[in-house]
């Protein structure tokens, strides 16, 4: 269960309004990486853990911060919209100010949202639960989170790079810190749980029921074997326990398919 | 440029048509973490790349590897189709078969795709471009690389578990083969990355504009605290540039927000 | 069964072409809340209407009518396109207005519909199934019809507002009135189902089967009792069948809950 | 910002697992009126209140309310999973149950989350922010929270209906007095606004701007005058500022359109 | 403008109630090629079409026609589930037909729309504008139609051998006829547009401005020549500009791309 | 099985960078009729079909290619977007190009893929295979490939148009004439099987089951009469084998429907 407190984990004040700006940020807030995606990813994962109480708790501390996250990006974006100029083709002739925000700002922001933040990434596309992932095995996921904020602060920082407002800086070097936090963090977890169980998710597959022979080699499909030089294609495997190997002139192990015809209630090409 | 053989990659027969099971395979196929989305995500990684040629090289190996995947899975799909029954509601009163593959398989084999693959999942969800990302940071990437091949093993290991098919589990037991490749590989390059840089993307953003106050600190967000006893708790963080730190009662850095009424064009709730 | 006449039922001719407010306006055509949702949304309820013959009649009237808002809006759009400029990237520097061309027009209205109106909002994100409703009861439904009014007359006076093209202005005074009309339709309609029934839907749920302890009860889980001063906290509740209450410091009822482990064929954290 | 205890609101324990009833549950935590829905929706609307207090303090609490019911309903599925079984078409043959668990239950259930609840309804569709609604204007908006209440309630009765078990049924009685208590708090709210302002939404827009003689008609676009015995067809309307009147035989006003032709270089068909 | 007659244009009546059947039908009212995607793309055809008026009639007339088998599927749809059974697990260990039922039948029927059709496909699909195109070229679109009433009658016949039900296959079989005659008619529209043009569109294109050495020629590039012996490997194009020609073993012309690195402030991979 | 090798099919470098018309490309990339979809529709209907092993190959040949033209697109979008200027809104007052680039470009291309191409259209909508068929049946499908072929090539040239860029426009000299072979291709494949079959789809459903006498009968459902003057509306049907036949006032053959009322459990809109 959850509680709300009115003030925000940290300021999000912007020294003017910009809503070109409101709809770049709007990335962060319900794109592919942004805060929605992190808090219902982690918050989904805490719920569903059915095993060890520490992570079940460090997830729902996680995924609750993230809400916080989500409630400093929505009234940033909802300042930057602040008089919001209600913009006509005719005067962008004048002021190429006007024309900017004519094209650089979300007309949703005006029309649809009375400006508001909306659930949606800096081109308007509704968030979506098709990016978020919650599988039951705590390795896998904390690798996505570990990507996931790997990706959300490269976009933070990007986004840095891209205004000279104090105040949204001053917000984002928050973000960014707690990011670097974050990825440390899903890096710590890994580690734990790559030292008990091993690398190579499930680990509680049996190996000998894999194709062995092929579990350690690398198949060179593209022209060139500049890719001979990574780590991937010699030495030892880094789950411990095969040796790679590159295959420079990979072929196929199997059959041209040929397929039975259909049955004729299908109604597919006639034989 | 691309060249095809008509040889799979390697063998896709089943011993028996099975469309319950045809339905499921779909998952690996045009699934969030299916061969469609790792074909696409690392060609797409590759052709983005503009640093190292040893990264753009093997993206473009193993995303080209892909492609014979989700044609191996295309052909065992189409395969377990074969023959699939023309089953209607009053001969499940007479069959319990007949009425689990009423309810088990996906009506769209037989009325879309004349018993072939689709690219969508185990739900007839269509495959989307939401589920990949390139974001021309190659650290990031792999680590979206690993968790893509974690969960997509996790996911093969399932399915091998809910057949008893000889032929079916076959061809698992060499994808998921590949899969523990594709996992120590993509663990090996990030390697080799965060020897280079950091294990915080981006490395490039200076360390001085973010909150440094709070780059390691653990906000104990959910009561109780068990999450204290995890290795992001305490000790030196991992990307060996400060000590983490633990928050048992957090407490808000910013203000309530009050925001201002809209302009009167807006039509907004009147003040 | 349909008829069409080729008159639209009201005048769509804009004054000049504008494709910057071409695209703003897909938003009530293609919009969540646009022509299409609620053409779609009052067919589908009248076609599933299993009551009275009223209400079915009275859906299929602002249905149909709705499908000539649909052919006004993507007249009015066709014409906003009429010969919009073949822009490039140099001219801007010469000319704000081809930068305002440039930015605010939806690129796919050349390249994809060829100067015309497309299934989709502002932002050209295709319209979708997912905004609509139909659920068998009319009381829940008309609710969702008397929002729909609402937003759309909503969004339909923010364009009035961002345009002084008097064709389009006149064309949107009429949306307006007949929106206008159709809230008092709507509220008219809840009214004599709620006389009849009750305000809380569906009525026909016994209400001893619901924990009627927690049936009136206003949760304060945000810190701050300003909620406490509106209607909804005090006296009798608005179905008159009981008191609302304020609980200011809300407690859980349920335990901390604890999942069992998966079973080994899953392959979850191992416990 | 928030916080979490892990105490659930209220229970959430079956008597049995019941892998088809969890997929039919998703329906309220991740579908179009579910927990997911109203929890954002909610919070999204409070944090872009621009207006009084008291509603932004009552969208929180509420919103966060919301929050401990996806907690509550992922824990209930995560149970009704328990132990699902390990399931195979052969086995089918012999066993009924066996059927209707191949074909009833939603095999990402097993496949993707492990056991785990989705943010995903019962047709395994991922949650989209396409559900939701925040305009600004709280009239238009507590409309979209009355609606989405009464859908709600009526999806979890259907829900009541459909199973057996005391835990499902317990956990059910308490969301539906929830729905109850909901339905009652935003009529009452609509009424505050409705009192201050009009029915009409919004209530800012000056009438005379509007095609004023077509405000109260009703177009009788479907042939057969049954809706003509519906309050909307005769008497003062709703917002009192007008009378209804029925066209019984309704004409088009507007003209025949006919489009200019395309420039050249958009190479629609030739003129 | 349209207008609505209460009479189905063609009768839509079960011999008795199937919800797995209904399930089924759901494909050609919502599904990619069903009948909301027919009429909304020969709609939207019509409204935007600058050409030709007996072209913009011939879509209207069409389109219009469209809207009436919307209406007798979702008629059809909401008979087959008339008294949809309230199956629960247990009861399907006696019954397989419950089982079946159990499985087969999509839950949104009885949960969300309360026995009624859904704007959705045969596996919960809600439908997208993604499936319709109307692009100003109209030997372009009318393929496109060609298409789409090639799919949409080999999906009805698919339909067709799924049931015995007497009442729904005399609804189809109108259905399959319809279908009949428009792909009769857009193949006549199209061939009286290409003796006008060319087959090629767009046929506005100056031929000398395309890469013409490579116009008719076929290129090898999956191993085998099988495809050699079709008619698009040798002889006069169909366009009766060329001459098809067969390259055995395709080579690239272009070089292999190197990007230039990214500056600083993308945070891409440091070179 | 595939291989790749790193040289382009054909060059893709433009003269200069430009992050608009960067934008604007993606439509061909990532579009409906992208080069995504033509790449996966023509592979999954390579790898679905059990006839002739001559249109398999066919297939497999083609959409190996058209993976090809996916790299050329990815690698020019890249290359227009060198160096894209890190733009602030205070700049477009100095400078229309800034304006324009702040307005016309893609923010993902800085702040998702770093500079990269995106699988997604030129409004940022991220691909689905809900743009693509395979159906089994392989004249449907060719004509899906002969429209997919004509919006391409439709869209191509629109945006050779709108470019003065010489590197630009000479690749897309390349892909239009590609485009104008696979016209010609997909139409010789059509005219091959309708020689064989008939051109009605599916040609195997014996005619004396549909409806024949609506077969061929066109329908004026929107007053005017101007379609009377088409092919389709007198002569013999192109199928050969019935008469088209114009129905200038087209009343229903059915009746009005009525639907039973829903069992209680369901609880719609009581009687
Ligand atoms: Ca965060
Ligand atoms: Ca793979
Ligand atoms: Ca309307
Ligand atoms: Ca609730
Ligand atoms: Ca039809
Ligand atoms: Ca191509």
Redesign the interface.
């Known amino acids: ?12 004040k912007p020294e003017c309004p ?1 809503p ?2 409101a ?2 940020l709007q ?1 962060i807030l ?4 942004g805060e ?1 995606s992190v808090a ?1 990813q982690y ?2 994962q805490g ?12 997830l ?6 993230e ?2 996250h ?3 990006l ?2 940033m974006i ?2 930057l919209l ?2 919001a100029p ?5 005067e ?13 700002s ?3 922001h ?31 996921d904390f ?2 989170n ?2 996931a904020e ?2 959300g ?3 933070a ?8 407002d104090r105040g949204v800086k001053d917000m984002l ?2 973000l ?3 990011d ?2 974050h ?3 899903w ?3 890994c ?3 790559e030292a008990k ?1 091993n ?7 049996p ?1 000998e ?19 001979a ?4 294609a010699y030495g030892p ?3 411990g326990l ?1 040796q ?1 190997n590159y295959f420079e002139n ?1 072929v ?6 040929k ?13």
Do not use: C
Request: proline content about 6%; cysteine-free; hydrophobic content about 40%.
């Open positions: 269960m959850f509680y709300h407190v009115k003030e925000l984990q940290y300021h999000a910009d070109v700006f709809r770049k990335e319900g794109g592919q990486f929605i219902l918050l989904f719920w569903n853990t059915r095993g060890d109480g520490k992570y079940r708790d460090m729902m501390d996680i995924g609750t911060e809400l916080a989500i409630e400093m929505a009234t909802a300042r602040d008089g209600d913009v006509e083709l005719d962008a002739a004048k002021n190429p100010i006007v024309a900017a925000i004519l094209g650089g979300n007309p949703q005006t029309i649809v949202s009375g400006l508001g933040a909306m659930p949606a990434d800096s081109n308007g596309n509704r968030w979506t639960a098709d990016y978020i992932i919650a599988s039951g095995n705590l390795l896998a690798r996505a570990l990507n790997s990706q602060r490269l976009q920082v990007r986004l840095y790079e891209q205004t000279d070097s928050w960014i810190a707690r670097t936090m990825q440390n963090q890096y710590a977890a580690l734990e749980l169980e690398i190579v998710v499930p680990s509680t597959f190996r029921l894999e194709k062995q022979e092929v579990a350690y080699t690398f198949y060179n499909n593209s022209a060139g074997t500049k890719s030089k990574g780590r991937w495997s880094i789950d095969g790679f990979p196929p192990f199997g059959d041209k398919p397929l039975n015809p259909a049955p004729p209630y299908i109604h597919d090409t006639p034989p």
